[in-house]
C-alpha cells in the first residue's frame, strides 16, 4: 500500500496579502474631481429640441455644431418662473493630442468659451478656462496648476475677481485618502478652508466632504456589476439648514446608457443615449419636479464620428 503523505496546513498569508507598503500608494483622484463616480451618474437634462453634429477632420482637430430650440426660464418679480421661447446655435473648435487640448466654443450671441490644458513636464500641468460676454461682470478667466507625485497631488488656482485657491490630497493607504482645500475671494472678501475623505474599492466609492462656508457633502456609489452603479449624495448646508438627498443609478445597456435620478424635493430626472450606428445617436431626457410643478421634456439627435 502506497503511504498517505502527510496533510500540508496552509500557511497564514493572510498577515502577508494585507500588509500595506507606504512607499508604494497609489495616486488619488484629483481633489476636484473627488465626487466623480455621483456625477457621472446624474442625468443630463435639457427641454425643447437639441441637434449636434461633429466633424473630425483631422485625427486631433474636429468641428462641432450644435443647435437648439427650447424654453429659456425667467424669474418674475411674484417669484414665478416664466419660460420663453428659444432658440441657440454654437460653434466649437477642438484640438486634443497627448500633451495638449484646446476647445472653443461661441454663440450666436457673440459669448465665447474656452479651455486649455498643457502637460508641460510629467508631473507639472498647467489649465485655464475662461468666459467673454459683452455682459457687465460676466466675463471671468481662471487658471490652474497641478503638480502630481507619487501618492498626492497639489493644485493652485488663480482667476479674476481677486481668486486664489490650493488643495492637496494624499492617499494614506491603497484605498483612502485624504485632502484639504483653502481658497479666498477677494471680490467678496471671503474665505474658506474645506476637508475631504475618500474611499475606494472595486464595488464602491464613498466620500465626504465639509468646509466652513456651511458646506457638506456626502456621496456613495456601489457598482453593482460591471454595466451597473447605484448612487446615493446628501447636500448640506448648516448655516442656512437646507438639505437635499438624492438616489441615482447609471445603466449601460448593449446599445444605450440609462442615467436617472430622484430627490427628496420630489424631482425625478432620467436621460437616454443611444447608439443607433456608429454614426448616429438619440437622447431623450425628462424631469418632473413636483415642488415647483415644473415639468421638461426633450429630446436631440448626435450626428458625426
Given at each position: 500500500?502506497?503511504?498517505?503523505?502527510?496533510?500540508?496546513?496552509?500557511?497564514d498569508t493572510s498577515k502577508v496579502d494585507q500588509h500595506v507598503d507606504y512607499?508604494?500608494?497609489?495616486?488619488?483622484?484629483?481633489?476636484?474631481?473627488?465626487?466623480?463616480?455621483?456625477?457621472?451618474?446624474?442625468?443630463?437634462?435639457?427641454?425643447?429640441?437639441?441637434?449636434?453634429?461633429?466633424?473630425?477632420?483631422?485625427?486631433?482637430?474636429?468641428?462641432?455644431?450644435?443647435?437648439?430650440?427650447?424654453?429659456?426660464?425667467?424669474?418674475?418679480?411674484?417669484?414665478?418662473?416664466?419660460?420663453?421661447?428659444?432658440?441657440?446655435?454654437?460653434?466649437?473648435?477642438?484640438?486634443?493630442?497627448?500633451?495638449?487640448?484646446?476647445?472653443?466654443?461661441?454663440?450666436?450671441?457673440?459669448?465665447?468659451?474656452?479651455?486649455?490644458?498643457?502637460?508641460?513636464?510629467?508631473?507639472?500641468?498647467?489649465?485655464?478656462?475662461?468666459?467673454?460676454?459683452?455682459?457687465?461682470?460676466?466675463?471671468?478667466?481662471?487658471?490652474?496648476?497641478?503638480?502630481?507625485?507619487?501618492?498626492?497631488?497639489?493644485?493652485?488656482?488663480?482667476?479674476?475677481?481677486?481668486?486664489?485657491?490650493?488643495?492637496?490630497?494624499?492617499?494614506?493607504?491603497?484605498?483612502?485618502?485624504?485632502?484639504?482645500?483653502?481658497?479666498?475671494?477677494?471680490?467678496?472678501?471671503?474665505?474658506?478652508?474645506?476637508?475631504?475623505?475618500?474611499?475606494?474599492?472595486?464595488?464602491?466609492?464613498?466620500?465626504?466632504?465639509?468646509?466652513?462656508?456651511?458646506?457638506?457633502?456626502?456621496?456613495?456609489?456601489?457598482?453593482?456589476?460591471?454595466?451597473?452603479?447605484?448612487?446615493?449624495?446628501?447636500?448640506?448646508?448648516?448655516?442656512?439648514?437646507?438639505?437635499?438627498?438624492?438616489?441615482?443609478?447609471?445603466?449601460?445597456?448593449?446599445?444605450?446608457?440609462v442615467r436617472g435620478k430622484v430627490d427628496s424635493n420630489g424631482c425625478v430626472?432620467?436621460?437616454?443615449?443611444?447608439?443607433?450606428?456608429?454614426?448616429?445617436?438619440?437622447?431623450?431626457?425628462?424631469?418632473?419636479?413636483?415642488?415647483?410643478?415644473?415639468?421638461?421634456?426633450?429630446?436631440?439627435?448626435?450626428?458625426?464620428?
Amino acid at each position: 500500500m502506497a503511504a498517505i503523505p502527510p496533510t500540508t496546513i496552509p500557511s497564514d498569508t493572510s498577515k502577508v496579502d494585507q500588509h500595506v507598503d507606504y512607499r508604494n500608494l497609489p495616486l488619488p483622484i484629483p481633489f476636484e474631481e473627488l465626487h466623480r463616480e455621483a456625477l457621472m451618474s446624474k442625468p443630463e437634462v435639457f427641454e425643447g429640441a437639441r441637434f449636434d453634429f461633429n466633424k473630425v477632420l483631422t485625427p486631433n482637430f474636429f468641428l462641432s455644431h450644435s443647435a437648439t430650440m427650447g424654453p429659456m426660464e425667467v424669474q418674475s418679480r411674484s417669484s414665478d418662473i416664466i419660460k420663453i421661447s428659444t432658440a441657440n446655435y454654437e460653434f466649437g473648435a477642438n484640438y486634443i493630442d497627448p500633451k495638449l487640448m484646446l476647445i472653443g466654443r461661441i454663440t450666436q450671441e457673440g459669448r465665447l468659451t474656452g479651455r486649455f490644458k498643457y502637460d508641460l513636464l510629467d508631473n507639472i500641468t498647467l489649465k485655464a478656462n475662461g468666459q467673454l460676454t459683452s455682459e457687465p461682470h460676466m466675463s471671468q478667466v481662471m487658471g490652474t496648476v497641478d503638480y502630481k507625485g507619487s501618492d498626492y497631488r497639489a493644485q493652485v488656482q488663480f482667476g479674476s475677481g481677486a481668486l486664489f485657491g490650493a488643495n492637496y490630497i494624499q492617499s494614506v493607504t491603497p484605498n483612502l485618502s485624504l485632502g484639504g482645500e483653502i481658497f479666498y475671494t477677494g471680490q467678496h472678501r471671503k474665505s474658506g478652508v474645506g476637508y475631504a475623505a475618500r474611499y475606494s474599492n472595486n464595488k464602491m466609492v464613498a466620500t465626504g466632504q465639509v468646509a466652513n462656508t456651511g458646506m457638506v457633502a456626502l456621496s456613495y456609489v456601489h457598482r453593482a456589476s460591471e454595466k451597473v452603479s447605484l448612487a446615493t449624495e446628501l447636500m448640506y448646508n448648516y448655516m442656512s439648514r437646507d438639505v437635499t438627498a438624492s438616489v441615482g443609478y447609471d445603466a449601460m445597456l448593449r446599445q444605450a446608457r440609462v442615467r436617472g435620478k430622484v430627490d427628496s424635493n420630489g424631482c425625478v430626472s432620467a436621460f437616454v443615449e443611444e447608439r443607433i450606428n456608429p454614426g448616429l445617436g438619440f437622447l431623450l431626457s425628462a424631469e418632473v419636479d413636483h415642488g415647483r410643478k415644473d415639468y421638461k421634456f426633450g429630446f436631440g439627435v448626435n450626428v458625426g464620428e
